[in-house]
DNA sequence: GGTAAAACTGCACTTGCGGTACGGAAATGA
DNA sequence: TCATTTCCGTACCGCAAGTGCAGTTTTACC
């Protein structure tokens, strides 16, 4: 790795872990290079203004995301070779991977953007709306072929159902964060395991 | 009303728009007195700060969304005297609300605050705290009356169960946001409308 | 080991916003 | 009528974002 993306990355971690933990305001530039160990023109050669820090941010963190939910359902899918029960061990290890922090869920930089909605940061809503998109399709797939095989006990939109993912996941972290409390997160993400299995099993 | 009451409710109409579309700190005191045409000294003689023009928010919305829950399943209640058909009727009231409303739901104070944390803010966190235990408390004594009567089809929390109503209100109020979405909200209300039925009806 | 490009530093400046201070004026209500 | 409430006007401070640009160091590569 070249300096460059290295400092550029240490900027970015230190960005991130600030915003996540104040908002994206309350984290002020001149704290993020005290901490960075570079000057304000040093932070401006890497990005133009904050605004593209922003998007650099989300664009890892949507890649991150990503990455994570290939692995954890790519695992569920290598576990067993039924799609309803592989989605009900990839809902398991998503709650496990929850509980199993060391702190707080930091929150989703999604959402923090979603509440924080400029003028200028048409980008952002664009990336934040596709990638909750590319979540919808993604379970939506899962969803259809587990639909494929098993009646559902209730009638429900599979689209709405596979929303309900990211839902509970944003809702999740939002009621984890509001009280203080780490268990909740996983809880509700076990409490959608739950309703998945009562709709399609028995 | 006096004049001085009519002023500040004015400021806080204007204030708690622009919060909910932009975010807290995107919304500046400027902006405000700009729209509700009064000069800043006259913000500073209703509000000390704008710290505290957040609390006086935060509170008045939270009062609110007592009472409208309070009518939501109150009148449910009237309508049924089973306690887990009048929570059905509750949740799809609810939901039908959520599907009336002109535009995209607002948001969430509570959801905005929680994504911006500031050192300063304790007392908002705590106020933040509070309603969303106040809600688990209403939530939880509706369930326990229902578990009482109907065994559950699933193992599960009510605790958890509880939090389940706030979490999908944050979550979908979330998602109707990124996705642009009005109609997410309140399918993700009907989709723990069908969690709850299964759960305790056969 | 020289060299060009990359990765910064230093500094001076502008703008906008939150917030303070305080005197005074106008409206309101008993 | 008269005190209290409800503002207005103005001048000011400090902080943070962002600009501009010249200069310096560091790195990568032949």
Redesign the pocket.
Known sequence: ????????SKIMDIAEAAILAKGF?A???????EEV??????????F????S?AIALLRRYIDREEALFDKLFGRAAELHEDPLHAFLIGLRLFAEMMSDLPTIHPGCLVAIYCYNERLYNNEIRSLSQESALAWRARFQEILEEIAAKYPTKDEVDLVALADMISSTFEGGIAMSKILRDQNVLPDQILLLRSYIKLLFLD
Chains 1, 2 share one sequence.
Not at 1 to 8: D, L, P, V, Y
Not at 27 to 33: A, C, F, L, Q, R
């Open positions: 790795m070249r300096k460059g993306e290295q400092t550029r305001d984290t002020s530039i001149e704290e993020i290079i160990d570079i000057t304000k023109s040093g932070f401006f050669y890497h133009k203004d904050k605004n820090l």
